[in-house]
C-alpha cells in the first residue's frame, strides 16, 4: 500500500476561507486514499466550516485532523514582524508542523510575504540550497511552463539562478511529467551577448550545467506560445511575468465579454461561440496547476492564490501527494552537487 | 504659417522596408502641410519604391528629399560594431542629420540595437540627462499608457529613473494630452516597502519629486487595466512588460481564434461577434500610437516595430511634428532642473 502523505492545511488563510479551503481539503481526502490532511486554525471555526461545506457526506475521520491556532496573520502585515509575534498563527504553525516533521507539507492562500519569509525562517532550507524560489506552473498554448522566481528572492545571484533551473528542471520532469524539460533564461533578446549584468553573468553557467536541457533565452513574448518548458528568472521580472498574464488576460477577455455584448448581433453570436471559446479558456485556466511550490525547503510549503477555491486547494493537496512520491527533495540533494556552505566556511 | 518639421525616414530599416516605409512618409507629407521627410537609403531603391507606392498620386515634392546612404545594418549586427564601422548606413546617416541639426527628427524601423546606441552615441543626449528612456506608449481599458524604460538602459540607477518619471510626465501631457498624468513605479507589490533594491531606492525619490504626480507602485497586473498614465521603471522590467503584453494577447487571440473555427456553430457565431469585437480590438491597436520615443536627446528619434506598416510611419512621423510643436526638449531643459555633471566636476 501507498504511503500515507500527512499535508497541512492553512484553513484561515486566503480570502475564501475557511469555506473553501476546508471544502478543497475534504475533497483531496475523499479523492485520494494516500491524502491525510491536517487542518490548522481555529477549532470552532473549522468545525463550524466542516458542518456547512460537508454536505452531509461522510469523510474519512481518521484521516482528517485539527491542528488548533488562535491568531490569523492578515495579507497587509510586515511578514517579518508577524512570523516573530504570531506565534500561534496558523501559517507559524503549519509550517511547524512540516518543520518537526509532523506533517509532510503544509498548503495556505494567506499571505505570501509570511508564507515566503516562513519557509525560510521556520521550515528551513535544504543544506545547499542558497534561497527557496517560488515556482507556479502557467499554461501556454503548448502546455504547462514553470516560471522560477516568480517572487521570493529579489536581487538575486548567478548562483542561485543556477540551482533554480535545476530544481524547476527536476520538478517539472518527475511532477509535471515533461521529459527533459526545455530551460530558458527570461533575457530581453534572444542573442547570447544581450540582458542584463544578472543575466549575462548567469547564461554561461547554465550553458555549462550538464543536469539541466538549456535552450538559451527567451523574450517574455515567447512564453506564453510555450517556447519553453522551465523559464528561469530572478524575481522580480518573474513577478511582472505572472502579473502580466493575468492582467492582459483579465483585460482582454473583459474587453471581448463587454464587446459581445454590446448589440443583438453580437449577443447572439457570443451564445454560438460560448461552448468553443469555454473550453478553450480551460486549457488556460490556472487552477488546474494547484499552487506555486516554494521549492529546496526541509519539506514542501505551496502557495495558492489569495482567491483560491476548493478545486485549487485540492489540486494543491494532489500535488504534495506526488512531491512526496517523487522523492523530489531526495533527487534536489543528489543530482544537484549542493555545497553546504556553513561546513565549506568551517572547513577553512 | 505653422514652421516646417524636417523628419528624416530610414527607408531601409524594418521587415517592411522599403515600400511601406516610403509609403507611410508620402502619406504623411500629403496629409499634413507642415511634414518635410528626408528619406535616407540606397536612391535607386526608394526612387523605385517611390515609383511602387505612390500609386500615381501626386505629392509635394518639395516636401520629400532623398539622403542617399549605400549601406543598411541588418537587426542580428551588434550594435556598437555596426554604428562605428557602417558610416555610410541609413541609421548612421539619419542621426547625422539629426545631428547637424538638418534635421528636427529621425524615424526608423531598423535595428533596436543601433538605434539605441546611435541615439546617445551620434545624436547625444542633452546635457544633464544621464541616460535616454525609450517609452513606447501602449492601449489599456482605460486609455494609452507610457512604459518608461522598456529596453534602452538595462541596470538603471535610482537618479535615472527619476529622471525618467519626469520626461514620461512632461510627454504623456504634451504629445498624448494627458492632464497631470498619473506616475506609478513598476513594483511587485503596493506596499511601500515592496520591491528590490533599485524600487526601494526609487521610491522615496519620486515622492519628493514635486513635478510630477506621483501615485506609487503599481504591480503589472494594473498596468493593462489603465492604473497609471506613466509607468516607470528599469529597462529589463519594462521589456517584459511590453513583450508580455504582445505575447498574451497574440496566444490568447490565436486560440480564440481558432477556437471559433473549431465547429459549424462557432463559426456562425464568430460571423456574427466580428463586427464588435474588431472596434475592440481597435481600442488596443498599438499602430494608432506611433512608434516608441528615445528621449532626453539633442533632437528626437523614434523606433517603430520591426514590422510596422505604412499608417504607423505616418503615425511616428505626425509624432515628430507634436514633438517639436510642444517644445518637449526645451521643457524638459527647463522643468526638470537638469545638473550638467561634466561642468559640475569640472566646477569642483
Given at each position: 500500500?501507498?504511503?500515507?502523505v500527512?499535508?497541512?492545511?492553512d484553513a484561515?488563510?486566503g480570502?475564501?476561507?475557511?469555506?473553501?479551503?476546508?471544502k478543497?481539503a475534504?475533497?483531496?481526502?475523499r479523492?485520494?486514499g494516500?491524502?491525510?490532511?491536517?487542518l490548522v486554525?481555529r477549532?470552532?471555526?473549522?468545525?463550524?466550516a466542516?458542518?456547512?461545506?460537508g454536505g452531509?457526506?461522510?469523510y474519512?475521520?481518521?484521516?482528517v485532523?485539527?491542528c488548533?491556532a488562535?491568531?490569523?496573520?492578515?495579507?497587509?502585515?510586515p511578514?517579518v514582524?508577524?512570523?516573530?509575534?504570531?506565534?500561534?498563527?496558523?501559517?507559524?504553525r503549519?509550517?511547524?508542523?512540516v518543520?518537526?516533521?509532523?506533517?509532510?507539507?503544509?498548503?495556505?492562500?494567506?499571505?505570501?510575504?509570511?508564507?515566503?519569509?516562513?519557509?525560510?525562517v521556520?521550515?528551513?532550507?535544504i543544506?545547499?540550497?542558497e534561497r527557496p524560489?517560488?515556482?507556479?506552473?502557467?499554461?501556454?498554448?503548448k502546455?504547462?511552463v514553470?516560471?522560477i522566481?516568480?517572487?521570493a528572492n529579489v536581487?538575486?545571484r548567478?548562483?542561485?539562478?543556477?540551482?533554480?533551473a535545476?530544481?524547476?528542471?527536476?520538478?517539472?520532469?518527475?511532477?509535471?511529467g515533461?521529459?527533459?524539460?526545455?530551460?530558458a533564461?527570461?533575457n530581453?533578446?534572444?542573442?547570447?551577448e544581450?540582458?542584463n549584468?544578472?543575466?549575462?553573468?548567469t547564461?554561461?553557467l547554465?550553458k555549462?550545467?550538464?543536469?539541466?536541457?538549456?535552450i538559451g533565452?527567451i523574450?517574455?513574448?515567447?512564453?506564453?506560445?510555450?517556447a519553453?518548458?522551465v523559464?528561469?528568472c530572478?524575481?522580480?521580472?518573474?513577478?511582472?511575468?505572472l502579473?502580466m498574464?493575468?492582467?492582459v488576460?483579465?483585460t482582454?477577455?473583459g474587453?471581448?465579454?463587454?464587446a459581445m455584448?454590446?448589440?443583438?448581433?453580437?449577443?447572439?453570436?457570443?451564445?454560438?461561440v460560448?461552448?468553443?471559446l469555454?473550453?478553450?479558456?480551460k486549457k488556460?485556466?490556472?487552477a488546474?496547476?494547484g499552487?506555486a511550490?516554494?521549492l529546496?525547503?526541509?519539506?514542501?510549503?505551496v502557495k495558492n492564490?489569495?482567491?483560491?477555491?476548493?478545486i485549487e486547494?485540492?489540486?494543491?493537496i494532489?500535488q504534495c501527494?506526488?512531491?512526496?512520491?517523487q522523492?523530489i527533495?531526495?533527487?534536489?540533494r543528489t543530482?544537484?552537487?549542493l555545497v553546504d556552505?556553513?561546513?565549506?566556511?568551517?572547513a577553512q
Open positions: 500500500m501507498s504511503e500515507i500527512n499535508v497541512a492545511v484561515m488563510g480570502d475564501n476561507a475557511p469555506d473553501e479551503v476546508v478543497g475534504l475533497q483531496a481526502v479523492h485520494n494516500q491524502v491525510k490532511v491536517t486554525g477549532q470552532d471555526v473549522i468545525r463550524e466542516m458542518d456547512r461545506v452531509g457526506e461522510p474519512p475521520s481518521d484521516r485532523e485539527i488548533h488562535s491568531e490569523v496573520i492578515e495579507t497587509a502585515e511578514p514582524h508577524a512570523i516573530q509575534t504570531k506565534k500561534d498563527s496558523s501559517i507559524v503549519g509550517m511547524m508542523l518543520k518537526e516533521g509532523k506533517c509532510d507539507a503544509f498548503v495556505t492562500a494567506g499571505s505570501s510575504g509570511a508564507t515566503l519569509v516562513g519557509g525560510q521556520l521550515v528551513g532550507r543544506k545547499g540550497i524560489p517560488l515556482a507556479p506552473v502557467m499554461p501556454t498554448a502546455g504547462p514553470l516560471l522566481d516568480c517572487g536581487d538575486a548567478a548562483s542561485q539562478l543556477v540551482q533554480f535545476q530544481m524547476g528542471s527536476i520538478y517539472m520532469e518527475n511532477i509535471v515533461v521529459k527533459k524539460p526545455r530551460v533564461i527570461l530581453i533578446g534572444a542573442e547570447e544581450k540582458g549584468a544578472l543575466v549575462k553573468e547564461f554561461p547554465l555549462e550545467c550538464d543536469t539541466i536541457n538549456f533565452s523574450e517574455a513574448r515567447d512564453v506564453p506560445a510555450g519553453a518548458d523559464v528561469v530572478e524575481a522580480f521580472a518573474g513577478n511582472v511575468v502579473k498574464y493575468e492582467g488576460a483579465a482582454l477577455l474587453e471581448i465579454k463587454s455584448m454590446s448589440s443583438l448581433r453580437s449577443k447572439i453570436g457570443a451564445i454560438l460560448k461552448p468553443a469555454k473550453s478553450m479558456l488556460f485556466d490556472i488546474t496547476y499552487g511550490p516554494l529546496g525547503l526541509n519539506g514542501l510549503v492564490h489569495g482567491n483560491a477555491k476548493a486547494i485540492e489540486h494543491a494532489e501527494v506526488a512531491f512526496k512520491e522523492k527533495n531526495e533527487q534536489f543530482k544537484m552537487k556552505r556553513t561546513k565549506a566556511r568551517a
